[in-house]
């Protein structure tokens, strides 16, 4: 069983930077690939972007590449989310995933176990 647990979240400006993090426990950090998805009330979850195990193997969606950057610290145990020059469109509750690591880096929901609670991020224009 892995626990996870984002924060970070608020409230901010078009064209300004949040940080989002998530603390995953329970199992060792290095094992699991891991992912950040997005929700807006009515739509369904959406990837943003997923690291693997090692860090080594990288993807985001079309919509966040180039403003978004995914990252991890294995020995902290912690996944990152740098947004940057943020959008209302990019409005949304953020949810941290992991699942134990495969051969192919996984971008759809259905492939990660593991969920947090999410936390809101609210761009205003």
């Known amino acids: 069983q892995v626990q996870v647990t984002e924060s970070g979240g608020g409230l901010v400006q078009a064209g300004g930077s949040l940080r989002l993090t998530c603390l995953a426990s329970?199992?060792?950090?290095?094992?699991?690939?891991m992912a950040w998805f997005r929700q807006v009330p009515g739509k369904e979850r959406e990837f943003v972007a997923a690291?693997?195990?090692?860090?080594?193997?990288?993807k985001y969606s079309d919509s966040v590449k180039g403003r978004f950057t995914i990252t991890r610290d294995n020995v902290k145990g912690t996944l990152y989310l740098q947004m940057n020059s943020l959008k209302p469109e990019d409005t949304a509750v953020y949810s941290c995933?992991?699942?134990?690591?495969?051969?192919?880096?996984?971008?759809?929901?259905?492939?990660?176990?593991?969920w947090g609670q999410g936390t809101q991020v609210t761009v205003s224009s």
């Open positions: 995933a992991a699942r134990s690591s495969a051969i192919v880096l996984g971008t759809t929901e259905s492939r990660y176990n593991f």
């Open positions: 329970g199992r060792i950090f290095s094992s699991l690939d």
């Open positions: 690291i693997s195990w090692g860090g080594d193997t990288i």
